[in-house]
């Protein structure tokens, strides 16, 4: 009786383990089959992503082209952005139309690092970057339109930046320098100096322009 309640068991166990044994190797052709569908869906997005990307090249506007433009053609890259330091010398203006065609614009400081950054890079050179008061005197704003939310404004015990109002010339456009020349005798950060002054300049392009329009 005993021998013939064990067998009964040991049947039942062998059935429950086939069974578990058959849905388990089911459950796994389902997922292999899952996984290769997601592989195609894949292998199908990064071959229309490279499509459009060559359709674009195609229209001359590929933004990874940009990209790789930018890189090579001596930007500097820092925390999120690209930089272009000009050797060449423009007025305020002009220099911004150079940022803008290379869908930059001139640089907007936001903190000290990024002045820290621009004073430890820009040598003997004075550079335009993008704040003006050309809207309304003493009102100084960057080239998005917003206000200043760290200022390095120069000063020297005597002179103390911005220090160009309504003068002849008006002194509406932002320079900044970290080795000063003689006539601006230790006034090293930014200084307003008139707009139809020739300097070099620097364009910034931050990360995320690459991504959004
Ligand atoms: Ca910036
Ligand atoms: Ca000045």
């Known amino acids: 009786m005993l021998c013939v309640l064990l067998l009964t068991a040991v049947i039942v166990l ?11 190797i089911s459950k796994n052709e389902n997922l292999t089959d899952e996984r290769e569908q997601l592989r195609l869906k894949i292998t199908n997005l990064t071959s229309e992503r490279e499509q459009s990307y060559r359709q674009m090249s195609v229209n001359g506007d590929n933004k990874l082209t940009a990209e790789l433009v930018l890189l090579t053609a001596g930007w500097t890259y820092y925390q999120y952005s690209f930089y272009y330091m000009s050797k060449e010398q423009k007025n ?15 640089i907007i400081i936001n903190n000290k690092e990024e002045q820290d950054f621009v004073h430890n890079t820009s040598g003997n050179a004075t550079f ?40 002849n010339p008006e002194e509406d456009c932002a320079v900044t320098v970290a080795v000063p020349p003689p006539k601006w005798a230790n006034l090293v ?11 070099q300049w620097i364009c910034e392009k931050r990360i995320s322009q690459f991504i959004l329009p």
């Open 189 to 199: 950060g930014w200084l307003d100096v008139s707009c139809d002054q020739n300097y």
């Open 128 to 167: 335009y970057i993008g704040l003006t008061d050309i809207d309304v005197e003493g009102t100084w704003k960057w080239v998005d339109n917003s206000t200043l939310t760290s200022r390095f404004w120069a000063s020297n015990g005597q002179i103390t930046e911005p220090n160009g109002g309504k003068g």
């Open 92 to 106: 305020w203006t002009e220099s911004r139309r150079y940022c803008k065609e290379r869908g930059a614009d001139l």
């Open 14 to 24: 062998c059935i429950t383990f086939t069974q578990e044994r058959q849905q388990f």
